[in-house]
């Protein structure tokens, strides 16, 4: 069975999210649930850590993609951190999810 490890930490108007492990189909209902738990209409700031994922598949891209959405509503910046050369970092270049947040290395 796949595993991924979400750690959530709470900064005032910001929140820090660390994903470690693998995501895909059958775990991604859990993370997005632990992700979308952390989220509040209070927060400024979401900045998402995939730097030590292992793994992601189009399970995981949906829940990064509902997420930008979710925060585009709140008006909530939403910074997205995989480090050039990391497993996932090419996976999310070739999705465009660029383009709803704010990808760094």
């Known amino acids: ?3 991924a490890d ?3 930490r709470a900064d ?3 929140v820090d999210i660390v994903i470690t492990g693998e995501i895909d ?3 991604s209902e859990r993370v997005r649930e632990e992700i979308f738990g952390s989220i509040d209409n209070r927060l400024t700031e979401v900045r998402l850590d995939l730097g030590e994922l292992k793994y992601l598949d189009s399970a ?3 829940i990064l993609f509902a997420l ?3 925060l585009r509503l709140l008006q909530t910046s939403c910074t ?3 480090p050039v050369g990391s497993p996932t970092r090419r996976v999310l270049e070739m999705s465009g999810v660029g ?3 704010d990808l760094q290395p």
């Open 1 to 3: 069975m796949t595993t």
């Open 60 to 62: 995981g891209l949906r």
């Open 12 to 14: 005032g108007a910001r």
């Open 99 to 101: 383009a709803v947040a």
């Open 6 to 8: 979400v750690e959530v």
């Open 80 to 82: 997205i951190v995989s």
């Open 25 to 27: 189909l059958s775990n």
């Open 68 to 70: 930008a959405e979710r």
